[in-house]
């Protein structure tokens, strides 16, 4: 639209019912975030002229939600559609004890580093010694979640049973060096 401030009231009407509809659902004020705002003058040009025609502007309002209860997901995307939010970027997931997880992988694949190295030591007669090099790199893999729309004339209750969340994966890549004693 050409009316800035009519653009900017509506953007922020949409926002803001979508934060109380967040807050309805549970979600903490602390896990919503409206940090950032875009304001785009959009123009067409006119071949024959050779100008540029002012169309009015675009706004975009970035909105943030740290989501701890995965099975609000689909309730909260096909709310946010339904309030006129017309742009959802797919949710990134994350681990809240990532940190842990990743230590006992590399706990673990140490272990296994090890006794696949005195499983082909014992084969030439030596004994494994220390570790002389280790590499390791995390893998992370993110989710996506899909929806699956069903035709239904509850269509609005079917949608927000219908994004699969998925689970997440933690996966370490490592590389170890041990000496050889014979």
Same mark, same amino acid.
């Given at each position: 639209?050409?009316?800035?401030? !009519?653009?900017? $009231? ?11 509809? !967040? ?54 995307i ?10 959802? $970027? ?13 230590i ?25 010694g ?5 590499? !390791? ?29 998925g ?12 000496e050889?004693?014979?």
């Open positions: 639209g050409r009316n800035l401030e !009519a653009i900017k $009231n509506k953007v922020g009407n949409i926002t803001s019912r979508f934060l109380e509809f !967040a807050e309805k659902l549970g979600i903490k004020k602390k896990n919503l975030r409206t940090t950032n705002i875009n304001i785009f003058p959009e123009y067409t040009y006119a071949p024959k002229t050779g100008k540029r025609i002012f169309d009015g502007y675009k706004i975009n309002r970035d909105i943030t939600v740290d989501l701890e209860n995965l099975t609000l997901l689909g309730q909260l096909e709310g946010a559609i339904n309030l006129g939010v017309n742009n959802i $970027n797919p949710p990134m997931f994350s681990s809240i004890n990532a940190s842990e997880i990743n006992k992988l590399h706990t673990l694949a140490m272990e296994d580093a090890k006794n696949k190295a005195i499983a082909l030591a014992t084969s030439t007669n030596a004994t494994v220390r570790a002389i090099d280790v590499n !390791a790199v995390p893998i992370s893999f993110q989710p996506r979640p899909t929806e699956m729309r069903m035709l239904s004339a509850d269509s609005a209750v079917m949608n927000e049973q219908n994004y699969e969340v689970e997440i994966t933690h996966q370490l890549s490592m590389i170890a060096t041990f050889l004693i014979y």
